[in-house]
């Protein structure tokens, strides 16, 4: 269909004042793109650090006998570093110290038996909070050790010796040693 | 009636003379013409850096890091054909990882979460630092005098300083950053038409 000639140059004469008018609008931006730029990338690297402070860092029972149960005192640690961690627990054999061939296992399962023991940790203010026991792996027991210095968290520690090597007694008769490690990684 | 057709016809003959003669007239007016050719070169607005990056490494909370050499360290060199007036600007530093920033000092002032970035001029007066904002700005020296590139070869040298914030946090008075970040911002440095 053909269009009246009027209605065609009246199209035309709009479609050039949006032209002209595009041009007029790109005019004042014209001296803007009149320049040369170039960059300069600096990077640099703040330093990790991760160190737990515990308190206090020793547990002397004194003497043991087959089967006990024994819980310690309110052990104290602190993030003195400055990442938020998850606080992980490990345990290992205890081990005579007279004679390092006489050594406990550390119980997997919570059961004690001849020469495995038993270790448990008790959080209060630790997410997952509540007991959790303590094996040869490495297991996550505070994931809620955050980045405050002066907001310390707590835990206590239960162990249970094993059962007697014979007639109520542990072999030899000599000082016990084992050692829990905690660490940290960031969360 | 005859007389009205002749004076019609003089008329017209008249008319058409004066109407041939017009286009010579300007001919007639003087005995030289001149025209006159008007033309624009193309500005070619080019500038170089010899240096496109500043390894720190790792930074400590409120601490000063300065450019190694400290006036010298990077050459600004005009590789285009027209005078250019140098400008900087600078902007935050973001951790890469993201949600971690540093806003870009508006002075030589630090705080927590506030870097402050600053130049300085090579052979202007000695520790004569100018801070670098976010806004772009002409690159000046001490005195005030605004650095310019006059022409193609035309070269100036600068260094930088960063001032790291201060710490997020201190324990036992030693201050630290929040973990351990790669921080990276960028410096523009730009040429505009003197």
């Known amino acids: 269909m053909m269009l009246p000639s009027k209605l065609v140059e009246q199209i035309n004469m709009r479609i050039a004042s949006i032209a002209l008018a595009i041009i007029l609008i790109l005019i004042p931006s014209l001296p803007a793109l009149a320049q040369d730029s170039e960059t300069i990338t600096i990077t640099m690297t703040t330093k990790t650090v991760i160190e737990i402070e515990l308190s206090p860092t020793d547990w002397d029972i004194g003497t043991i006998r087959p089967e006990e149960i024994h819980e310690s005192g309110t052990f104290t640690m602190t993030n003195r570093g400055n990442c938020d961690l998850r606080a992980l627990i490990k345990g290992k054999e205890a081990v005579c110290v007279d004679n390092p061939d006489y050594k406990w296992e550390l119980s997997s399962d919570g059961y004690n038996d001849k020469q495995i023991y038993v270790l448990w940790y008790e959080t209060s203010d630790c997410t997952p909070g509540g007991e959790g026991l303590i094996t040869t792996e490495e297991n996550v027991f505070c994931s809620n050790f955050g980045i405050d210095g002066y907001n310390p968290k707590h835990f206590g520690l239960k162990l249970k010796a094993p059962l007697a090597d014979y007639n109520g007694y542990f072999y030899g008769g000599g000082e016990m040693k084992t050692t829990i490690t905690i660490s940290g990684v960031i969360a | 009636m005859q007389v009205r057709k002749m004076d019609k016809r003089i008329v017209s003959i008249t008319l058409a003379i004066v109407l041939a003669l017009i286009p010579c007239l300007p001919a007639l007016a003087e005995g030289n013409s001149t025209v006159t050719i008007t033309m624009a070169t193309e500005k070619d607005i080019d500038i170089t850096l010899d240096k496109a990056e500043w390894k720190i490494g790792d930074v400590e909370p409120n601490t000063e890091y300065v450019t190694d050499p ?125």
């Not at chain 2, 402050?116 to 520790?127: F, G, K, N, Q």
């Not at chain 2, 002409?138 to 300083?161: H, R």
Request: aromatic share 10%; glycine share 10%; charged share 20%.
């Open chain 2, 70 to 194: 400290y006036a010298t360290w990077c050459t600004i060199t005009n590789s285009g054909n027209c005078m250019v007036e140098i400008r900087v600007k600078g902007e935050d530093a973001v951790c890469v990882g993201g949600g971690y920033t540093w806003t870009l000092s508006s002075d030589n002032t630090t705080a927590k979460g506030k870097y402050a970035l600053l130049y300085h001029v090579a052979y202007d007066s000695a520790d004569s630092y100018t801070p670098i904002t976010t806004i772009d700005t002409q690159m000046k020296k001490a005195n005030g005098d605004v650095i310019e590139l006059v022409g193609n070869g035309a070269q100036k040298q600068f260094g930088l300083k960063l001032l790291t914030p201060k710490p997020d946090f201190a324990v036992d008075g030693v201050g630290h950053f929040f973990r351990g970040k790669q921080m990276q911002t960028t410096i523009t440095i730009s040429a505009v038409i003197a």
